[in-house]
Nanobody
Framework: QVQLAESGGDSVRSGESLRLSCAASGSIFSGNTMGWYRQGPGKQRDMVAIITSSGSTNYADSVQGRFTISRDNAENTVYLQMNSLKPEDTAVYYC?????????WGQGTQVTVSS
């Protein structure tokens, strides 16, 4: 099992920045993909950004150029730097870990962006 602990969610104004962190613990496989998903009010959970253990990344079109995902493999931690935040970025952000047959989710952290 893999446990994920997220932090960094907050309420900010449009144009400001936030940095989310997610630390993984437990049975970590070296070849894994970690990422961030979000679920806005009344919406489905969508991918925001993912990063493989080798550093390959993929972003949702809506955050390309504003968000940056990174990771520290030694600390099993993934980060999401969010710049130029918009009200439509308001959502619960969930950390995800995938490797082999394991697919784990964090509890979520709220990000609220006001105009």
């Amino acid at each position: 099992q893999v446990q994920l602990a997220e932090s960094g969610g907050d309420s900010v104004r449009s144009g400001e920045s936030l940095r989310l962190s997610c630390a993984a613990s437990g049975s970590i496989f070296s070849g894994n993909t970690m990422g961030w998903y979000r679920q806005g009010p009344g919406k489905q959970r969508d991918m925001v950004a993912i990063i493989t253990s080798s550093g390959s990344t993929n972003y949702a079109d809506s955050v390309q150029g504003r968000f940056t995902i990174s990771r520290d493999n030694a600390e099993n931690t993934v980060y999401l730097q969010m710049n130029s935040l918009k009200p439509e970025d308001t959502a619960v952000y969930y950390c995800n870990y995938r490797a082999r047959f394991v697919n784990s989710w964090g509890q979520g952290t709220q990000v609220t962006v006001s105009s």
